[in-house]
């Protein structure tokens, strides 16, 4: 490892720009005869859209449009889709129902957008939006899942009857009966995962021009995958060809995965654009983020798990059912199934597997991916019922958890997925040593003393990242490959410059890509690029989200650079006169091994560039391009153990220690990993005890806003202690897996066993608030 | 349609006269509630006239055991004040717990008793300490002031130019944040003054904040938290919403009651 190579924790390279407020985001970018546009969005849950009246609109000061959803459905723009097909058990399609850009009959949520207004400044077309007149027929309102599935409940689309969208099945029904018959023991669960409301720092926004002259649009965008905006927006949603359309995420202040669709406002924009003749911004504001951001999560989970008399598990059984909101979001349908119920085995060897999902329209914000997507709701569900399962039995829960870890790798599980490599003991041995578990007892009786109640509780996380090999997920119904492109372009004076497709909006790419190049030739990291975000610079590529960067977009690096060294090397022994095997590069220098015969990196460059004198038939030049396609999923595993105290005349939990043990697989940045790891469990935390999204029976977000939104905060938060073992990764060159949402999949699980352990009582539910707390105290007294 | 103009005050009179003047004037103090609610749209004023420059509303003068708090004074402002902290450290510390670092900088003492909001911090104070409010025109004295849920006795145009009070033997204010906006969701401010004790309730009021009689009696026969071991807070008339219920607050503010109670026991004085 060299002072800026694999493994050394140098500073973030995009910091500088960051943290002095000079960063790039799309509500900088200004464009000459730019324009401001506002949506009028419906206040209602639920209703038929009797009319709309933009006439007063219209005449309102520095209005330069006004436009409808007819007017968008006759020049031809689709309606939004969900890009993964999933199939009922019973062989049936998923049932999608439509979603125009902007409502034209009915609207679904509070925060469906209708119209859209144009003005000269954004005030003006604020105030024409109140102008616009849209007169509402109300309609009964669902907002619960469970509700919503009942029979004479709401309908929300006329293609999904009973609101069910699908309901899917995966692993062995049968086997998973005969497993629960053999039984000596079974512990059930039932299990709320709450939604949550994404949060980024900076509100989506997105600019779109269109240059008629050349017929062409530019489309800024608060994107995690700018290419796949394209690709939607020009084959599903019409908008224009794709080498007529260009799309650039500039910096972008946070995604979590809420940045991965493709929303109606970008598609209104660009259209917009073309219509009006103007560049169209919108910039979301805070109430709109909370509104129209697709949410998180949302699951209602029945859970059995079912033991032989040496406490091994013999089978498990989930039913889930998934609140998907009022629309499908562009990934909505992989979230609860395969990214969550293929990862139901967890660290243990589970012979049998059965699991059901039911996705279900309510009249609220859409659901897709967010932080973890599936991983968090599948570890929430196995987590706490080996919690619940140990306690019963009367074990230790990490006893318990030992007895059942997988041991052997590779392991086909039976939902779907073979773990390539792991070691959960080790996980678990470091993270106990870390917590002195041994000596909780004692913890916990000083805490009674001072009169709190002090609980342990850890969880055992696997989950899937680097998704995915494009054929295995082609199979499963994706719309797309979950490939990643990359290309090494060496300057002519030997800086380098990297293109890949992964995008970066904090993950510090611009860092740790760099640091990969370092490693290989030796040069200094400043004079290497990461360029990214733009469809016009980088030919194509998937995007960030699942913590694919690393293992995808990083080993999409890795090759294009494989064919750059070879090319160099080529070049440097023909140069030096020696054989094309006997040439290293290292520290900048490209020299024949065990001589002193040398070229400095920058003249092999030169060499190329000026073709002066190249092996014979060389093409000039030294650029390389490549794509990689995983051969599987990597799986990054470890064991958080959480220590609570609760304050019981208040239900105001404390955090004293927290400990995060995670296998990465190979790091890259430590750094930038314990980064990674402190947004994750910080996010995680606030799922467990702050975050609660709440709707009224009337579709109303009660929770609209920061006075009402817990959002967890410095004093919320422990000082985390982290650790990390490495099994590398055996599917991807570098050995990488993955730690961009282990935090926020491993924590709230373990939170909640700590905080039901402290008070005695399984009954609670997230967010655990004091409330919420003191509740289940006074439940049990 | 939403414009508003501007007015800096320099003098009370002059504040006064702004306003008459003005169609649907508004005071503006730290803007920490008046701006956001115009940004929503919820409020619009065809007049803005700033008090945050009035030299005579600002700072802190003692004078023996009487306080006066001008009503521009910051929270920020307050919770510095090495003079008062000697004599009334529960308004100081009070005033070092409301929101965060930016909103005790802009946010004033009279914005937020003007305001009245239910889980606001500084009524609480104000009617355990038996202040005075004073104003362009009158005092009034504190248990008059606060009416009602954002409601106060205040006239149209009136300003409130201070707060006076005589500082307590002993004072404590404890207050139980909502995890979200950290206001209070229950705040008890308890002070005595010789035999006479009042402990007064901010953050869980169904009407604002309320004084809690029966502790005020418990207390004077039995100044200690044990005191209040048999209190039983009635949830009838106690907000409940989606953070707290009428019976979770109900227990918060005997909580917080005898929490407020220990520390006055605890504090040297
Ligand atoms: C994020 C956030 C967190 C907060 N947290 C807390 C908290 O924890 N505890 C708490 O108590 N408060 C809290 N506040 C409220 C804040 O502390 C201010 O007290 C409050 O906003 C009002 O004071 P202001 O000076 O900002 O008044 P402004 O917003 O300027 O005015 C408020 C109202 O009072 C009127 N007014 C102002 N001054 C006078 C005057 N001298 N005479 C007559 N009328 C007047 C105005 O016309 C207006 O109607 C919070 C605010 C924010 C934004």
Redesign the interface.
């Known amino acids: 490892m060299g002072v800026e190579g694999i493994g050394a924790r140098v500073l973030r390279k995009e910091d500088k720009r960051f943290m002095t407020g000079k960063g790039r985001y799309t509500d900088d970018m200004v464009v000459p005869g730019m324009k401001h546009a506002v949506f009028v969005r419906s206040p209602h849950a639920h209703a038929r859209i009797a009319g709309i009246n933009v006439e007063e609109a219209k005449k309102m000061p520095g209005v330069i449009g006004v436009l409808t959803g007819s007017e968008l459905k006759a020049d031809g723009i689709g309606n939004l889709i969900c890009g993964w097909m999933i199939h009922s058990k019973d062989g049936s399609p998923m049932n999608m129902g439509a979603w125009s850009p902007l409502a034209t009959d009915t609207v679904r949520y509070v925060g469906d957008a209708v119209v859209l207004v144009i003005a000269d400044t954004k005030g003006e077309a604020r105030d024409a939006a109140e102008a616009v007149d849209i007169s509402y027929d109300e309609l009964p309102v669902v907002v619960n899942a469970v509700e919503a599935l009942k029979h004479g409940a709401p309908q929300i689309h006329p293609e999904a009857s009973n609101n069910m969208i699908f309901d899917w099945d995966l692993g062995d029904e049968m086997a998973t009966n005969d497993a629960f018959a053999k039984a000596v023991h079974v512990t059930k669960l039932d299990i709320v995962n709450n939604r949550l409301i994404p949060n980024a720092i900076e509100p989506r926004a997105t600019l779109g021009v269109y240059d008629a002259a050349e017929d062409h649009y530019t489309c800024w965008t608060t994107s995690q995958n700018p290419h796949v905006a394209r690709l939607v927006m020009s084959a599903f949603y019409n908008v224009a060809p794709e080498n007529k359309l260009r799309v650039i995420a500039p910096d972008v202040g946070g995604g979590f995965g809420s940045k991965i669709f493709i929303y109606p406002e970008e598609v209104v924009c660009l259209w917009a654009s073309k219509k009006t003749g103007v560049p169209v911004k919108w910039v979301g504001d805070r109430t709109e983020s909370f509104l129209a951001d697709a949410h998180g999560r949302d699951h209602v989970t029945h859970a059995e798990i079912a033991f032989d008399q040496n406490n091994k598990i013999l089978g498990l059984k989930v039913q889930t059912i998934a609140n998907f909101g009022a629309y499908m979001s562009l990934f909505s349908s992989s979230v609860p199934t395969y990214l969550y119920a293929t990862l139901l085995s967890g660290q243990y060897d589970i012979p049998a597997i059965h699991a059901n999902v039911k996705a279900v329209y309510t009249n609220t914000a859409p659901v897709d991916a967010y932080r973890g997507a599936g991983r968090p709701e599948a570890t929430f569900v196995l987590e706490r019922i080996m919690e619940t399962a140990a306690r019963e039995l009367n074990v230790s829960p990490a006893e318990l958890r030992r007895k059942n870890f997988v041991r052997t790798f590779p392991h086909q599980t039976p939902v779907i997925m073979n773990y390539d490599t792991g070691d959960f003991d080790a996980t678990l041995d470091a993270a106990m040593q870390a917590a002195d578990y041994a000596g909780f007892e004692q913890r916990r009786q000083q805490a009674a003393k001072r009169g709190k109640l002090r609980g342990i509780g850890m969880s055992c996380y696997i989950e899937a990242c680097g998704i995915a090999p494009s054929a295995a997920v082609g199979s499963l119904g994706a719309g797309v490959g979950l490939w990643e492109s990359a290309e090494v372009r060496v300057n002519a004076v030997g800086t380098i410059e990297i293109l890949t497709g992964s995008h970066s909006h904090g993950q510090g790419h611009e860092t740790t890509f760099a640091q990969l190049v370092t490693e290989r030739f030796g040069v200094p990291i400043e004079s290497v690029s990461i360029v990214h975000g733009d469809t016009d610079k980088v030919q194509m590529g998937m995007g960030t989200y699942g913590s694919r960067s690393g293992a995808v977009g990083m080993s999409a690096v890795v090759k294009a650079l494989d064919k750059v060294e070879a090319k160099a090397k080529k070049i440097a022994a023909h140069l030096l006169e020696a054989d094309e095997a006997d040439i290293e590069i290292n520290n900048g220098d490209v020299r024949v091994v065990g001589t002193d015969k040398s070229l400095p990196w920058f003249q092999v460059a030169l060499a190329a560039y000026t073709a002066h004198n190249l092996p014979s038939g060389m093409e000039p030049g030294l650029k390389e391009g490549a794509f990689y396609d995983p051969a599987n999923f990597t799986f990054p595993g470890g064991c958080h153990i959480c220590e609570v105290e609760v304050d019981p005349e208040t239900g105001v939990t404390e955090i004293v220690q927290f400990v995060a043990a995670d296998d990465f697989g190979k790091i890259i940045n430590p750094m930038i990993v314990e980064g990674q790891v402190h947004g994750g469990l910080a996010q995680g935390i606030g799922q467990a005890l702050l975050e609660g999204t709440h709707y009224d029976a009337s579709g109303q977000l009660l929770t609209a806003s920061y006075m009402d939104y817990a959002m967890p905060r410095a004093f919320d938060l422990p000082s985390f202690r982290i650790l990390t073992t490495e099994t590398p990764c055996l599917s991807n060159p570098l050995g990488i897996k993955g730690c961009g949402e282990a935090g926020a999949i491993g924590s709230p699980p373990a939170v909640i066993n700590a905080l039901t352990d402290a008070i005695g009582s399984n009954e609670l539910s997230m967010p655990a608030t004091p409330q919420v707390v003191w509740n289940a105290i006074q439940a049990i007294k | 349609?939403?414009e508003t103009k501007y007015h800096r005050a320099t003098s009370v009179e002059a504040g006064a006269r702004l306003m008459s003047e003005a169609e649907d004037g508004k005071f503006l103090a730290g803007g920490m509630t008046l701006i956001p609610t115009m940004k929503q749209?919820l409020a619009s004023p065809s007049d803005v006239i700033d008090l945050r420059r009035i030299e005579a509303m600002k700072g802190i003068v003692i004078s023996g055991r009487t306080v006066r708090i001008g009503a521009a004074t910051t929270h920020y402002d307050v919770s510095i004040d090495e003079e008062l902290a000697k004599i009334c450290p529960a308004i100081v510390s009070l005033a070092a717990h409301i929101g965060d670092p930016q909103v005790r900088n802009m946010g004033t003492i009279g914005g937020s008793i003007a305001n009245n909001d239910p889980a606001a911090d500084y009524p609480s104070s104000m009617l355990a300490l038996d202040a005075m409010i004073i104003t362009n025109e009158r005092s009034i004295p504190a248990s008059d002031f606060f009416v009602g849920l954002f409601e106060t006795a205040l006239e149209p145009g009136e300003i409130i130019t201070a707060v006076e009070f005589i500082a307590p033997d002993r004072a404590a204010y404890k207050k139980?944040p909502n995890?979200?906006?950290l206001?209070a969701m229950a705040g008890v401010f308890v002070a005595r003054s010789g035999d006479v004790i009042r402990v007064a309730v901010t953050g869980a009021g169904e009407n604002g904040v309320f004084r809690l009689i029966d502790a005020e009696a418990a207390l004077a026969s039995n100044f200690s938290s044990a005191a209040l071991d048999s209190l039983i807070v009635n949830p009838d008339g106690l907000l409940s919403d989606?953070?707290?219920?009428a019976d979770?607050r109900a227990?918060?503010v005997k909580?917080m009651a005898r929490r407020a109670i220990a520390e006055i026991a605890n504090r040297p004085m």
């Open positions: 349609m939403y749209r139980f995890p979200a906006s206001y989606m953070h707290a219920s979770y227990n918060l909580v």
